[in-house]
């Protein structure tokens, strides 16, 4: 059964950066669709960013340009890098994958198997 850890979560300002890791013990990340989500309450779990099983990248129209996701294969590790933060991007994150291709429904959370248990993002003054 598939595991993930996410981590590297904390307080910062608006315009400031953190880096989100998603790790896992018992799979490889490399070769699978992989994707971050996040959750406020009372809301829906929404699509950040998605790297799919041919390496294909997708973003949330909101992260564009401010957001990077990318895979450390070395260390079995998914990243989020996460700049200009706003105090929108104020969510739990978290990592998700499933055996199949993402493709262009990347978004869709109900179609994740696995998930982490999440890390907290609070962008504030």
């Known amino acids: 059964q598939g595991q993930l850890v996410e981590s590297g979560g904390g307080s910062v300002q608006p315009g400031g950066s953190l880096r989100l890791s998603c790790t896992s013990s018992?799979?490889?990340?490399?070769?699978?669709?992989m994707g971050w989500f996040r959750q406020v309450p009372g809301k829906e779990r929404e699509g950040v960013a998605a790297?799919?099983?041919?390496?294909?990248?997708r973003y949330a129209d909101s992260v564009k340009g401010r957001f990077t996701i990318s895979q450390d294969n070395a260390k079995n590790t998914l990243l989020l890098q996460m700049n200009s933060l706003k105090p929108d991007d104020t969510a739990m994150y978290y990592c998700?994958?499933?055996?199949?291709?993402?493709?262009?429904?990347?978004?869709?959370?109900?179609?994740?198997?696995?998930w982490g248990q999440g890390t907290q993002v609070t962008v504030s003054s």
């Open positions: 018992t799979m490889s990340i490399s070769g699978r669709c």
């Open positions: 998700g994958t499933r055996d199949f291709f993402c493709g262009g429904m990347w978004y869709v959370y109900a179609d994740y198997y696995y």
């Open positions: 790297i799919d099983r041919d390496g294909t990248i």
